[in-house]
């Protein structure tokens, strides 16, 4: 009955709409002067989902004219650098599913490349068969030039950082500093480690719910806020006491580095310091990938040689990140989204692991 009330309700909305303007005058006005690049096929897999419209901003991306698209599949914007294991999911996704997310590099007519981030979802007629299958798709090439943005910034502050004095380590370039800790916050977006540096050079990731994003990482979780997850997963009150005791033995002992200067056991005790967080948090499994960040610097610092140099601004970010994060989710438990605090918290782990290692 929800269902009927609601898809009653909006065959309501439907019919307003359709009051002031024609079925078909609705749908030419949706497609033409879509700000994205949507195409329309039939639904036969088998011909390869033949395109049967291309709306202008998809014959703008592609460099084809409508004509020269209709009847054509979509594979015709596929190359050397389309992962074809992939394309083989996408007709299981879609007979599953109804839809498939993923991201790809598309090529144009001309043969550029060009990386591109699309969804198809099907449509039924008013028997419930799939007739056809649109796409909506995205230009992400902005997105590429950002990502090669950060990463030559990240390297080059790490050059600027490692060719300086050790006196000028100690008044290192506030602005340089201020961008790297920008480049962080980007980071929480999905640009998180090294093996994103050529972020669309592998051409066709998939965005399916169940597999890893198109950056390499694992697909957006989505949205909880700290009540909604206490709600339904309370944490024993001795564990959260155990999370906030290591972490304030942390900002204690980074306290300590910042004043009195780093040493071998000054590093052992942040990085003993980290490793009961990371436990702490193992006992959620909705955490466990901030919890893995956090180990891995542990690790790190465990091992780290006491003449290894490094910007202690870096790890003292790192730790906020990972302080404001389960501050909002385990402590004060006023956080909109747990997740954003994680995201924040990998990113600069993932930061901090390009001058540890």
């Avoid at 088998?46 to 998809?58: C, K, L």
């Avoid at 942390?250 to 056991?265: C, Y």
Wanted: aromatic residues 10%.
């Amino acid at each position: 009955m929800p269902n009927q009330a609601k898809d009653m309700e909006e065959m309501l909305f439907f019919s307003q709409m359709l009051n002031e303007c024609s079925p078909l005058e609705l749908l030419k006005q949706i497609l033409m002067h879509s700000h994205h690049a949507i195409v329309i096929t039939d639904a036969d897999a088998s011909a390869g989902y033949r395109i049967i419209y291309a709306n202008p901003v998809f014959c703008r991306h592609t460099g084809y004219e409508l004509a020269e698209l209709v009847g054509m599949s979509p594979r015709i914007l596929q190359g050397p650098k389309s992962n074809k294991r992939i394309i083989e999911k996408l007709t299981p996704a879609l007979q599953e599913r109804g839809f498939f997310y993923g991201a790809s590099i598309n090529y144009r007519k001309d043969g550029s490349m060009y990386p591109v981030e699309w969804n198809i979802s099907e449509i039924k007629n008013e028997q419930g068969e799939v007739t056809h299958y649109i796409s909506m798709q995205k230009d992400l090439s902005n997105f590429h030039r950002l990502a090669k943005q950060v990463k030559k910034s990240n390297e080059n502050f790490k050059d600027f950082y490692l060719s300086t004095t050790k006196k000028d380590k100690t008044h290192a370039n506030k602005e340089v500093l201020d961008s790297l800790k920008d480049n962080q916050k980007i980071y929480a977006g999905g640009l998180r480690n090294d093996e994103n540096a050529d972020l669309f050079e592998d051409a066709f990731f998939d965005f399916s719910p169940d597999e890893m994003g198109a950056l390499g990482n694992k697909v957006d979780k989505g949205e909880l806020s700290a009540e909604e997850f206490w709600r339904e997963n309370p944490i024993d009150d001795e564990d959260v006491s155990a999370l906030i005791e290591s972490i304030q033995e942390v900002d204690v002992e980074l306290g300590l580095l910042q004043s009195q200067g780093q040493s071998k056991e000054r590093l052992e005790n942040i990085a003993n310091g980290f490793k009961e967080v990371a436990n702490n948090l193992y006992f959620c499994v909705e955490f466990n990938d901030g919890a893995l960040i956090i180990d891995e610097v542990a690790n790190i610092l465990m091992i780290l040689e006491e003449s290894h140099e490094f910007p202690i601004d870096v790890l003292v970010t790192f730790n906020k990140e990972v302080y404001e994060w389960l501050d909002g989710a385990v402590i004060t438990k006023n956080a909109d989204n747990i997740f954003e605090g994680e995201n924040n918290t990998i990113a600069a782990g993932n930061q901090l692991l390009l001058f540890l290692k």
